[in-house]
């Protein structure tokens, strides 16, 4: 039994589904842009940032035995899709399994698929298939940022293909810095640069 429930809102106790654990699936996606340089028939790819995980999975409700409608169910569920009032947003939730499987973030996707009714039209049995993309609140992401940052001076040993312009993009996040690590280098040309030599990156 797989339990989905606000993560901002201590008093809910969440919704209990039932759960194949087999048809859990968690993607994760890292962005690295094609850049074209004049001369190579390959484009460069450049890491730009590593992109939110997320996670799909199908959950199963029934309740062909009792022959109870699942219509409170599943409004339990479309809670986690609606805009909460005071956040102006869904809320952000968590999606447990047992003691090892736990995956937090906002819902992206929500679609329901109905399978068996009574006489009278009552849902008794649901495939909900929900897709979370993992969410972390800012303070959290600070305490774990790498001493390596912006902010600090460091080196680097350059690889094949790497211009100045790249690096900066790479280190700070905008290609337009490079001057900032030519001129740290006693360098004024935004040029290809030998594989295997050491620059000072500068903190900004």
């Not at 774990?144 to 996040?173: F, H, M, W």
């Amino acid at each position: 039994m797989a339990t989905l429930v606000n993560a901002s809102d201590a008093k809910d106790k969440g919704v209990p589904v039932m759960f194949n654990p087999t048809d859990l699936t968690v993607t994760t996606n890292i962005l690295y842009p094609e850049i074209s340089v004049p001369g190579l028939q390959i484009p460069l790819l450049q890491f730009v940032r590593g992109e939110s995980k997320t996670l799909e999975v199908e959950l199963f409700l029934d309740r062909t035995n009792s022959g109870e409608s699942l219509k409170d169910d599943l409004n339990k569920l479309r809670k986690y899709v609606a805009i909460d009032s005071d956040l102006h947003a869904p809320p952000v939730c968590t999606f447990a399994w047992g003691k090892e499987t736990s995956f937090t973030g906002v819902m992206v996707e929500f679609k329901e698929k109905f399978g068996i009714f009574d006489s009278e039209g009552k849902i008794l049995r649901a495939r909900v298939t929900i897709k979370l993309k993992a969410y972390e609140d800012a303070n959290a992401q600070y305490k774990r940022i790498n001493k390596q940052s912006p902010d600090r001076s460091k080196t680097r040993v350059t690889r094949q293909g790497d211009r100045y312009d790249l690096i900066a993009s790479e280190e700070y996040g905008d290609a337009s810095l490079w001057p900032l690590i030519a001129s740290a280098n006693n360098d004024d040309r935004p040029r290809l640069l030998a594989p295997g030599t050491t620059l000072s990156i500068p903190a900004l």
